[in-house]
C-alpha cells in the first residue's frame, strides 16, 4: 500500500518549476503523472534516462527537469560511487564536495579509482515530505529483493551468457538470505565448493570472506557473530589476501581470509546486534574472477551532469573539494576565440565593442547549450565550452558559425569573426573559483589548435575526426589535414582543417 501523497506541496514546487523555463507542451503534467502513478521502487535512485519514454520527453528536457525538482525539493540528488564489479552502490553523496579519488566494494573487495566516466552515477529519490516511500525506513524491506533494489543499482549487467542482468548474476551467487532479529542464532548447513564463500550482513555492510580449497572433508563447523562493531569469529588462522588481474587492469584487497575445506559446513551466526540483521551468503566460482566488468543501461554520469548548463546555473556551489582533481578518461572541449577583436575595440571604442561581443557570447551560449554542451568560462573574448562527445562538439561550432554570420548580417559594417578548436581525451575535473573546470593536456591540446585556425576555421584533431559520425556532419565543408607541431606537445599531431564552403 502507497503512502499518502502531499499533493499541496507537490503542485507548489511545480508550479515554482513550471515558471522557471520554456518548458515543451505538457512537460509540467507528465512529470507531475510520473509522481503520482509510480510505485516505490520507481521514485527511488531515479535514473531519468530510464524514464525518457515514460515522460515523453527529450533527454535534455527530461535531466532537465529532474534537476529543478532536486532544486526545489521534490527529490533528492545523489553522487553515487557504482563497484565496477558487482555494480553495488559503494557510497552516496549529497554534495559533490564529498566525492574522493578512491573508493572499495565491501562485497567484492575491488579497489576503484573514481572516473567520472562510468561508475559515477546521479540519481534521483522522491522526498519524503512529498511521499514516504519504503526506502527511506531500512526497517521496511522486508525481503531480499528489496535490499537488493536499494543497495544495487538498477539498470546493470553483466555482459556474458546473453547479457545477464546483474540481479539474475546475484540469484546465481546466492547460497542464503535471511533476517536475523537481536539475540537471534541460526544453523545453516550449506555445500562448498572452490573458490570462495563470501557472507555479508547488508546493514552495516560488514562481511567476511572463506577461501574454499578443492580438499573434501566430511564436516566442519564455522560460528560467526555480528554485533555493533561488525563482524567478528575466533578464529586466528586468517591471512591477508590481494589479488590483480590485468584485462583489464583489477586491484582487489580482501583484507582477512579465513581457510575452509569442500565439503558440507554448518555455519552458526548470531546476531549479538540491538537490531534486525539481513545476513546474505554467496559461493563465489572460479570462474567469476574471468568476468568482464558490469555495464549500463544508459544513464546520467558525472561526466554527463558536468557538462550540462543547467546543472552548472542552479547548482552554482556543487564543486569539487578545493585541492582535489577527479579524472575524467573522455570529455570534449571546443575553444573558441575572436579574430582581430583588439582592433574592434580600437575601431568602435571599449563600450559599442563590448555591446557587440557580448551579442557574440549570447550566440555561442545558445548554439552550446542546444547542442548538449555547457559553457565553463570565458577568457577575455575567448570561450571554453565542454561536451560528452566530439559530434555535438562539432555540431555547436558549425552552429556557431551559422549563428555569427546572422549577427553579421544585421551590423551596419562591424563585423566579428571567430576561429575554433576541438580536442577529445582525459581530463581531471577540478575547483577553479568556485566553479567546476578541467585541466591536462587534453585542454591544453584543444586551445593551441584553436591558435592555428584562421577566421571560419575549425582545427579538429584526429580523435575528434575519426569519432562516429563526426565525418558525417563536416562531409559538405572544404577539409585539408596537415601536421603540426604544437608547443608542449612533444609529437606531431594529426589535424584536419574545416572550413563550413564547398571548395570553388
Request: aromatic share 10%; net charge negative; charged share 20%.
Amino acid at each position: 500500500m502507497q503512502a499518502s501523497l502531499n499533493t499541496a506541496l507537490l503542485d507548489q514546487k511545480l508550479g515554482k518549476i513550471q515558471k522557471q523555463k520554456d518548458w515543451s507542451k505538457n512537460a509540467i503534467s507528465h512529470f507531475r503523472n510520473f509522481i503520482c502513478q509510480s510505485e516505490d521502487r520507481s521514485l527511488f535512485q531515479i535514473n531519468p534516462y530510464a524514464v525518457i519514454d515514460v515522460l515523453k520527453l527529450s533527454e535534455r528536457e527530461t535531466v532537465d527537469l529532474f534537476l529543478y525538482g532536486a532544486k526545489e525539493g521534490i527529490f533528492q540528488m545523489d553522487w553515487n560511487l557504482v563497484c565496477p564489479c558487482c555494480s553495488l552502490t559503494v557510497e552516496s553523496f549529497k554534495k559533490l564536495k564529498q566525492l574522493h579519488s578512491h573508493y572499495s566494494c565491501p562485497t567484492c573487495f575491488r579497489q576503484t579509482s573514481t572516473e567520472l566516466d562510468d561508475y559515477v552515477h546521479i540519481t534521483f529519490t522522491l522526498s519524503a515530505k512529498i511521499r514516504s516511500l519504503i526506502f527511506h525506513n531500512l526497517d521496511q524491506l522486508k525481503k531480499k529483493e528489496e535490499w537488493i533494489e536499494y543497495y544495487y543499482m538498477a539498470g546493470s549487467w553483466v555482459p556474458v551468457d546473453g547479457n545477464m542482468s546483474s540481479k539474475e548474476f546475484n540469484d546465481q551467487l546466492t547460497q542464503h538470505f535471511s533476517f536475523f532479529n537481536p539475540g537471534e542464532k541460526k544453523r545453516i548447513e550449506l555445500e562448498l565448493y572452490p573458490i570462495a564463500l563470501l557472507i555479508l550482513e547488508l546493514l552495516q555492510m560488514s562481511s567476511v570472506i572463506y577461501t574454499i580449497s578443492e580438499e573434501v572433508v566430511s564436516s566442519q563447523t564455522e560460528v560467526i557473530q555480528f554485533s555493533k562493531t561488525g563482524l567478528s569469529n575466533q578464529r586466528t588462522d586468517c591471512f591477508p589476501a590481494k589479488m590483480t588481474l590485468h584485462d583489464p587492469p583489477q586491484e582487489y584487497d580482501f583484507g582477512n581470509v579465513y581457510p575452509l575445506s569442500s565439503g558440507k559446513i554448518l555455519l552458526e551466526i548470531e546476531n549479538l546486534s540491538d537490531q534486525r540483521l539481513p545476513i546474505w551468503i554467496q559461493h563465489v566460482p572460479e570462474e567469476v574472477t574471468d568476468f568482464p566488468d558490469v555495464q549500463f543501461d544508459a544513464c546520467l554520469t558525472g561526466k554527463k551532469l558536468c557538462a550540462n548548463q543547467t546543472f552548472r546555473e542552479i547548482f552554482p556551489s556543487q564543486v569539487f573539494q578545493l585541492g582535489k582533481g577527479i579524472r575524467v578518461q573522455d570529455q570534449t572541449f571546443l575553444f573558441t576565440d575572436l579574430k582581430s577583436s583588439t582592433a574592434l575595440y580600437d575601431q568602435i571604442g571599449d563600450l559599442n565593442a563590448f555591446a557587440l561581443v557580448s551579442q557574440h557570447f549570447e550566440s555561442l551560449y545558445e548554439a552550446i547549450t542546444e547542442n548538449q554542451g555547457a559553457l565553463v568560462k570565458t577568457i577575455g573574448d575567448a570561450v571554453m565550452a565542454v561536451f560528452t562527445n566530439p559530434v555535438d562538439a562539432t555540431n555547436a561550432a558549425l552552429a556557431i558559425l551559422e549563428r555569427l554570420k546572422q549577427l553579421n548580417q544585421e551590423l551596419s559594417e562591424q563585423q566579428l569573426v571567430i576561429k575554433m578548436g576541438i580536442h577529445n581525451g582525459g581530463a581531471i575535473v577540478v575547483n577553479m573559483n568556485d566553479r567546476i573546470d578541467f585541466f591536462g593536456q587534453t585542454v591544453n591540446i584543444a586551445a593551441r589548435i584553436q591558435d592555428l585556425a584562421d577566421a571560419e576555421e575549425i582545427y579538429i584533431t584526429d580523435s575528434v575526426y575519426a569519432y562516429p559520425g563526426v565525418q558525417e556532419i563536416v562531409h559538405r565543408c572544404q577539409i585539408t589535414s596537415e601536421k603540426r607541431v604544437l608547443k608542449g606537445v612533444q609529437e606531431e599531431i594529426l589535424l584536419y582543417k574545416i572550413c563550413p564552403k564547398l571548395p570553388h
